[in-house]
């Protein structure tokens, strides 16, 4: 009987080395940093979740929101770490699901000067400038999801960084502007020279989300080691520049439906 054996191994070996290589995972994050910057921050979480996963995943870094904005729409990122409307929308529409996020809440709040008595509602500032970050901006699309009438908006003048625009409050440069709540209450503690005319409900933290190209066993492998304390350490750089000490569990319930908040913004209305 003919000896088939060496065939039957050539062939095994063939079908091994001619199968297509898993193509890297793409983790990237909003355009926040600088590319160096941006690198120090994510490049050591992503080298972690490639040993976690047995899988390359590749820190990419996008250098404005524009880019961001359109590969994000496109499906090219596997795992990506931003603000909660940004999650609500991909979970929406492209089956991503947050896994881990940072502990708390966010909030903002709408201030004016203490003296100017014109202003008692956000609605009476339509027409009127609001000192904020440009849109896509988490803070600034919150307060003008407030105003249904698009003929009836304020006019945001970006400003880079909330204290910026709270100085700008006080000079007189804008009527009103956009903080986050905390960060509203300290910079005014001493000068109580603004006032609150409106703070947004609490919205869940930045989170991590991972897109279907990552099978659920592979999403739940990502899920527990960044809740490790290997995981932490390997995400340290990234905690510290946001001033938290950990990750906690993402639920896919408290961001949704907050894709919403993307509407007016070009690319998210599909």
Same mark, same amino acid.
């Given at each position: 009987m003919p000896q088939r054996y060496p065939v039957a191994l050539f062939l095994v070996f063939l079908a091994i080395f001619s199968a297509p290589a898993a193509a890297n995972l793409v983790f990237s994050a909003p355009p926040r940093e600088? #590319?160096?910057?941006?690198?120090?921050?994510?490049?050591?979480?992503?080298?972690?979740?490639? =040993?976690?996963?047995?899988q390359k995943v590749d820190y990419r870094y996008s250098d404005n929101w524009l880019s961001y904005q359109k590969e994000m729409q496109k499906g090219t990122y596997d795992l990506v770490f931003d603000g909660p409307h940004f999650v609500g929308?991909?979970?929406?529409?492209?089956?991503?699901v947050p896994l881990v996020k940072f502990p708390g809440n966010l909030s903002f709040v709408v201030i004016v000067k203490q003296a100017d008595t014109r202003f008692?509602? $956000?609605?009476?500032?339509?027409?009127?400038? $609001?000192?904020?970050?440009?849109?896509?901006?988490?803070?600034?699309?919150?307060v003008l999801y407030e105003f249904k009438n698009p003929a009836r908006q304020p006019m945001? $003048?970006?400003?880079?960084?909330?204290?910026?625009?709270?100085?700008?409050?006080?000079s007189g440069k804008c009527?009103?502007?956009i903080l986050q709540?905390?960060?509203?209450?300290?910079?005014? =503690?001493?000068?109580?020279?603004?006032?609150?005319?409106? #703070?947004?409900?609490?919205?869940?933290? #930045?989170?991590?989300?991972?897109?279907?190209?990552i099978p659920p066993e592979m999403q739940q492998k990502i899920y527990r080691a960044l809740l490790s304390?290997?995981?932490?350490?390997?995400?340290?750089?990234?905690?510290?520049?946001?001033?938290m000490k950990e990750f906690v569990p993402a639920s896919s319930k408290e961001y949704l439906g907050l894709g919403v908040l993307l509407q007016d913004v070009r690319g998210f209305d599909r």
């Amino acid at each position: 009987m003919p000896q088939r054996y060496p065939v039957a191994l050539f062939l095994v070996f063939l079908a091994i080395f001619s199968a297509p290589a898993a193509a890297n995972l793409v983790f990237s994050a909003p355009p926040r940093e600088t #590319q160096s910057g941006g690198a120090d921050s994510y490049a050591p979480l992503a080298e972690y979740l490639s =040993k976690v996963t047995g899988q390359k995943v590749d820190y990419r870094y996008s250098d404005n929101w524009l880019s961001y904005q359109k590969e994000m729409q496109k499906g090219t990122y596997d795992l990506v770490f931003d603000g909660p409307h940004f999650v609500g929308w991909r979970m929406a529409k492209l089956g991503h699901v947050p896994l881990v996020k940072f502990p708390g809440n966010l909030s903002f709040v709408v201030i004016v000067k203490q003296a100017d008595t014109r202003f008692n509602s $956000i609605q009476q500032l339509a027409g009127r400038t $609001i000192c904020a970050h440009a849109p896509p901006n988490l803070a600034t699309l919150t307060v003008l999801y407030e105003f249904k009438n698009p003929a009836r908006q304020p006019m945001i $003048i970006n400003t880079q960084g909330f204290a910026a625009a709270y100085k700008d409050v006080v000079s007189g440069k804008c009527v009103a502007a956009i903080l986050q709540t905390k960060m509203a209450a300290e910079l005014d =503690k001493e000068a109580h020279a603004t006032r609150v005319v409106y #703070q947004s409900e609490p919205l869940p933290n #930045q989170a991590l989300s991972a897109g279907p190209r990552i099978p659920p066993e592979m999403q739940q492998k990502i899920y527990r080691a960044l809740l490790s304390d290997e995981g932490r350490t390997a995400a340290a750089p990234l905690l510290e520049r946001f001033k938290m000490k950990e990750f906690v569990p993402a639920s896919s319930k408290e961001y949704l439906g907050l894709g919403v908040l993307l509407q007016d913004v070009r690319g998210f209305d599909r």
